[in-house]
């Protein structure tokens, strides 16, 4: 007995100290990132209606000329700050639908009051499988994001349901997203990824690049999407604001506007 509960001791003080150096290391890379991004992705100057919505971490710069009372919201990450899908289904009367399966998060969800005719809270993932998820806690029990990767090495976890955008569309019946909020720590390269294969019709996309963020994952991202037709109007820190291509207006609009690089 002694020599199993000096293994786990062992076990939890490497476990510790990698997820320390985890978090060094990301934070090193994050803050290089947002010093160099700035200098390589170019931001288009448009006409789209930029406001920002939520309050606190829960803010985002939503491009408000793409929003009306018909549009269809998802936002992905909810964490403990629902102000943008309160915001958005109170100014605009639109339909959002808000996925989080973190435990803090559905009963934080419970709590609120909010009109639920307007405003859809599924205690889901969103993901590139249909499948279940294994999401590991962060290294500070106080907070609330989990993270489909071990980020910090804490080796805890739940397992949730997960679900494609595409699967979740066709359940709900809807062949068109006007805004995608995608706040889901390290998940967000796959789901990229699969909107893009799945061929999702996206008006506008809000997403965090982060956990774990690097300058080569977030150009590689923003050069699929450019790819895709999405275009970048906005971006704070790891916080970015994509709009599709036509839907642009800008006074420099021409022509040869759409061949040009994504980045500077």
Known sequence: MDEIVRADAVEMKMRSLSGIFRQVRNGSVKRISRILVPHFVKVEKADVGLELLGNGTG????????????????????????????????????????????????????????????????????????????????????????????LHGTGEYFTAECRRLKTLMAGFGHAHLDLLKLDI?????????????????????????DSPTSLRRIREAVELLARYGLRVVHFQGENFTFVRTDLLTSAEDDPARKSNPVFA
């Not at 009306?68 to 998802?74: G, K, N, V």
């Not at 599924?122 to 806690?137: M, N, R, Y």
């Not at 390269?189 to 997403?207: E, G, N, Q, T, Y």
Request: proline share 7%; charged share 15%.
């Open 185 to 209: 720590e390290g998940s967000w390269m796959p789901v990229l990824r699969d909107l893009v294969a799945s061929k999702i019709s996206l008006s506008a996309l809000c997403v965090e690049f």
């Open 59 to 150: 803010a985002w710069a939503v491009p408000t000329k793409v929003i009306h009372p018909e549009a269809i919201c998802y936002c992905a990450g909810v964490g403990i700050n629902a102000t943008l899908d309160m915001a958005l289904a109170a100014k605009f009367g639109c339909n959002v639908y808000s996925f989080d399966p973190t435990p803090r998060s559905i009963e934080y969800f419970k709590s609120l009051q909010y009109d639920r005719t307007k405003l859809q809270f599924l205690p889901i993932g969103i993901w590139s499988e249909d499948t279940q998820v294994k999401f590991f806690a962060p290294a500070n029990p106080m907070h609330v994001n989990h993270s489909s990767v071990d």
